[in-house]
């Protein structure tokens, strides 16, 4: 992905093309425009990375420079943090769809450095050979300041410069609610992590937490840059508490998509599926605040109608039929 400008922003492509699968009302593809999304029910995350690629049926990363953004908030075990074994898988699938090189780009809420060596990753990346970009080291000339119009952050905020210049972005993400205002935490919640904190000189993650407009404040962050593809890991969720620690659920679930909006709507229904608390529970899926500021600034799907749930096989096809029930009714 080529550095964004401002006027791109709103723009949206990637959807994959030319499948057949069943649809919001079990029939074949809609439109090109549709959001995809591939489901894939499974408790083995290599198979959940790999199968839920290959139904998306597409190729993003083939003689890129790839950049992945992972969860390494904290070093917290699945879902407070991206599975080893997720990464592995994801970074074995990039190399084999024919990616240039693969960068690992992240700034954690501890050092981030500390939050690696926690999760005993950096060696495997490197066996993997996969370059650690650790945007903590990034000189200040490098933290690019946006200020979009209407605007919740009323300063701007500043986006990690290898987000916005790498030519493909791929963001892995967990299945999990975020007791801290932010609701639940996916994909987008999850590029909070391209904003510089405190360690930076600034006081970004202060005044969005400090903020009532938190979740719009989210999805505003997200304007800048978008994802060439999104995976996200849902084996394991938080349906209350988190971001780090929670009460956990089995969903036993993997997702893909290029839409940020779709796949967050998906979660937010298995959420909701699995039993959580009253703030995924009673708001309709749309006007969570997070989804609904995202479709205002045109990021992704702007009705439950327009996503294409796309099972991996019959036992995700069960499980999709239950989603879309909940994802229809909001």
Same mark, same amino acid.
């Given at each position: 992905?080529?550095?964004?400008?401002?006027?791109?922003?709103?723009?949206?492509?990637?959807?994959? %093309?030319?499948?057949?699968?069943?649809?919001?009302?079990?029939?074949? =593809?809609? =439109?090109?425009?549709?959001? *995809?999304?591939?489901?894939?029910?499974?408790?083995?995350?290599?198979?959940?990375?790999?199968?839920?690629?290959?139904?998306?049926?597409?190729? +993003?990363?083939?003689?890129?420079?790839?950049?992945?953004?992972?969860?390494?908030?904290? =070093?917290?075990?699945?879902?407070?943090?991206? *599975?080893?074994?997720?990464? @592995? &898988? $994801?970074?074995?699938?990039?190399? %084999?769809?024919?990616?240039?090189?693969?960068?690992?780009?992240?700034?954690?809420?501890? +050092?981030?450095?500390?939050?690696?060596?926690?999760? %005993?990753? $950096? +060696?495997? $990346?490197?066996?993997?050979?996969?370059?650690? #970009?650790?945007?903590?080291?990034?000189?200040?000339?490098?933290?690019?300041?946006?200020?979009?119009?209407?605007? !919740?952050?009323?300063?701007?905020?500043?986006?990690?410069?290898?987000?916005?210049?790498?030519?493909?972005?791929?963001?892995?993400?967990?299945?999990?609610?975020?007791?801290?205002?932010? @609701?639940?935490?996916?994909?987008?919640?999850? *590029?909070?992590?391209?904003?510089?904190?405190?360690? *930076?000189?600034?006081?970004?993650?202060?005044?969005? !937490?400090?903020? +009532? !407009?938190?979740?719009?404040?989210?999805?505003?962050?997200?304007?800048?840059?978008?994802?060439?593809?999104?995976?996200?890991?849902? #084996?394991?969720?938080?349906?209350?508490?988190?971001?780090?620690?929670?009460?956990?659920?089995?969903?036993?679930?993997?997702?893909?998509?290029?839409?940020?909006?779709?796949?967050?709507?998906?979660?937010?229904?298995? $959420?909701?599926?699995?039993?959580?608390?009253?703030? #995924?529970?009673?708001?309709?899926?749309?006007?969570?605040?997070?989804? &609904?500021?995202?479709?205002?600034?045109?990021?992704?799907?702007?009705?439950?109608?327009?996503?294409?749930?796309?099972?991996?096989?019959?036992?995700?096809? #069960?499980?999709?039929?239950?989603?879309?029930?909940?994802?229809?009714?909001?």
């Amino acid at each position: 992905m080529k550095r964004v400008n401002r006027r791109d922003f709103l723009k949206y492509t990637g959807v994959a %093309g030319g499948s057949i699968f069943l649809g919001m009302d079990g029939g074949k =593809a809609m =439109a090109s425009s549709a959001s *995809h999304v591939a489901l894939v029910k499974t408790d083995n995350r290599k198979n959940g990375v790999k199968t839920s690629l290959k139904v998306l049926s597409m190729n +993003p990363v083939k003689g890129k420079n790839v950049l992945i953004k992972p969860n390494f908030n904290t =070093a917290d075990i699945p879902p407070g943090s991206t *599975h080893n074994d997720t990464l @592995i &898988a $994801l970074v074995e699938e990039v190399w %084999g769809m024919g990616a240039k090189s693969i960068s690992l780009g992240e700034r954690s809420y501890p +050092p981030t450095r500390e939050v690696m060596d926690k999760k %005993g990753i $950096l +060696p495997i $990346l490197d066996k993997l050979n996969v370059r650690v #970009i650790d945007f903590d080291d990034l000189d200040k000339k490098d933290w690019v300041l946006f200020k979009p119009k209407e605007s !919740h952050w009323p300063n701007g905020f500043r986006i990690a410069r290898p987000i916005l210049e790498t030519e493909c972005l791929i963001s892995t993400c967990c299945l999990k609610t975020h007791q801290y205002g932010g @609701i639940f935490t996916m994909s987008l919640k999850l *590029h909070v992590g391209v904003v510089p904190t405190f360690r *930076h000189g600034y006081e970004y993650m202060r005044e969005l !937490h400090g903020s +009532p !407009h938190q979740r719009r404040m989210i999805a505003e962050i997200n304007e800048p840059f978008k994802p060439s593809l999104i995976v996200l890991d849902g #084996i394991d969720a938080f349906v209350d508490e988190g971001p780090m620690t929670g009460k956990l659920a089995k969903g036993e679930v993997f997702l893909a998509s290029t839409d940020r909006v779709a796949i967050d709507a998906v979660g937010v229904a298995i $959420l909701k599926f699995l039993g959580s608390n009253e703030s #995924i529970m009673k708001p309709k899926i749309f006007e969570q605040e997070q989804i &609904a500021r995202a479709v205002e600034l045109g990021l992704g799907t702007s009705s439950a109608s327009e996503i294409d749930l796309i099972a991996a096989d019959e036992k995700s096809r #069960i499980y999709r039929e239950q989603i879309l029930e909940i994802l229809k009714r909001g």
